[in-house]
T-cell receptor, first 115, second 114 residues
Framework: AQKVTQAQTEISVVEKEDVTLDCVYETRDTTYYLFWYKQPPSGELVFLIRRNSFDEQNEISGRYSWNFQKSTSSFNFTITASQVVDSAVYFCALTSNSGYSTLTFGKGTMLLVSP | DADVTQTPRNRITKTGKRIMLECSQTKGHDRMYWYRQDPGLGLRLIYYSFDVKDINKGEISDGYSVSRQAQAKFSLSLESAIPNQTALYFC?????????????FGQGTRLTVV
């Protein structure tokens, strides 16, 4: 069975602080994909990144960066210089062929960025 | 227009009523999914379909049924709604042929059962 754990239920930071959201996953598959989604207060799911299991390169996109480490089964997400607009619930998710492309989500981390 | 459209966006219904949530997509994907989101629990899979003749139960299918009327349409029904089915429901599609397994989500349907 697949599992995604986001141990941080809620994080509060002040604007301009850096913040890291943790994600630990479990899967028996050697080929899998990891995702991060953002859910702002309006409720829609916004796709942020997809990473396949064979690509351990870290990625940076503007203020966002992701650290994928297979050795620790982690796919952490860092926001640099956080802004109020970053306030949202962030979900880490996992899919694989043996999971029939269905997504297994973590429970989410609510990020509150105050001015 | 959105690629994955859910109707209605919001619905309040009474306990015991039958309700249908509809999902249509213009992406041409064969695979479609219904997820349910509860506060603090993330999203959980209700049903999924790989084509019009293929329907599969997900993690939490009890109390729900689905219909895949066409490649583009996948409906979720609550035969007799109960209050603990109050949740945010998402429809999604994916195309494994891209090799990316990316899911495309609808805007969500907020269902309240009173």
């Amino acid at each position: 069975a697949q599992k995604v754990t986001q141990a941080q239920t809620e994080i509060s930071v002040v604007e301009k602080e850096d913040v890291t959201l943790d994600c630990v996953y479990e899967t028996r598959d050697t080929t899998y994909y990891l995702f991060w989604y953002k859910q702002p207060p309006s409720g829609e799911l916004v796709f942020l990144i997809r990473r396949n299991s064979f690509d351990e390169q870290n990625e940076i996109s503007g203020r966002y960066s992701w650290n994928f480490q297979k050795s620790t089964s982690s796919f952490n997400f860092t926001i640099t210089a956080s802004q109020v607009v970053d306030s949202a619930v962030y979900f880490c998710a996992l899919t694989s062929n043996s999971g029939y492309s269905t997504l297994t989500f973590g429970k989410g981390t609510m990020l509150l960025v105050s001015p | 227009d959105a690629d994955v459209t859910q109707t209605p966006r919001n619905r309040i219904t009474k306990t015991g009523k039958r309700i249908m949530l509809e999902c249509s997509q213009t992406k041409g994907h064969d695979r479609m999914y219904w997820y349910r989101q509860d506060p603090g629990l993330g999203l959980r899979l209700i049903y999924y379909s790989f084509d019009v003749k293929d329907i599969n139960k997900g993690e939490i299918s009890d109390g729900y049924s689905v219909s895949r009327q066409a490649q583009a349409k996948f409906s979720l029904s609550l035969e007799s709604a109960i209050p603990n089915q109050t949740a945010l429901y998402f429809c999604a599609t994916s195309d494994p042929g891209t090799g990316k397994d990316e899911a495309f989500f609808g805007q969500g349907t907020r269902l309240t059962v009173v």
